[in-house]
């Protein structure tokens, strides 16, 4: 039969199917008197919680009036500054995904005969090739990130050499 006869086929068979279903809505089970009686007679009785009124907030003092009529004051407001985003392109990455790209930067890093040898491994002697793919990726994103930091640190030491310099021998512990 072709695509055309199985879409015809659905398209009539569908009303038959949708008539051939029981009307009926099935409704849940109803308990007696009695019943709803003993199970909430077992339970605790609900006391719902006094509502908590907030405290009244005491109206800031108007500031004083100053003394240009051009100078326009405005409220204080607190800034706090959050962290900056990471340089790390992984955040968003799945674990499935992260060891696909750890394996295809392990298997990237090494000729073919390299791979074919260190593909293999003895499980008790051993640590399979995705664990230490994935040691190795994390170990170049280490080593990536010491580098970003050692470029800053010389953009830095341009115009703050003392700030460089602390930079620098936190890199170096």
Known sequence: MKPVG????LLIANPVWVLAEDP???VPAKFS???NEAI???LPKFIPKPASTPAPVAAPAAPAAPADPDVLVLP???VREWRPPTNDPDV???ERSIQQKAMAAYKGS???LEWALNSWFIPLFS???SARARGYYESSKVSDELERLGHLAQVINQTDPSAAAKIQRALDH
Do not use: I, N, S
């Not at 199985?6 to 086929?9: K, P, Q, R, T, V």
């Open 6 to 9: 199985y879409l015809f086929f």
């Open 24 to 26: 009926t809505v099935a």
């Open 33 to 35: 008197d009695h019943m």
């Open 40 to 42: 909430r007679g077992r």
């Open 76 to 78: 204080k407001v607190v």
């Open 92 to 94: 968003w990455l799945t």
């Open 110 to 112: 090494m000729t073919g």
């Open 127 to 129: 640590a399979p090739a």
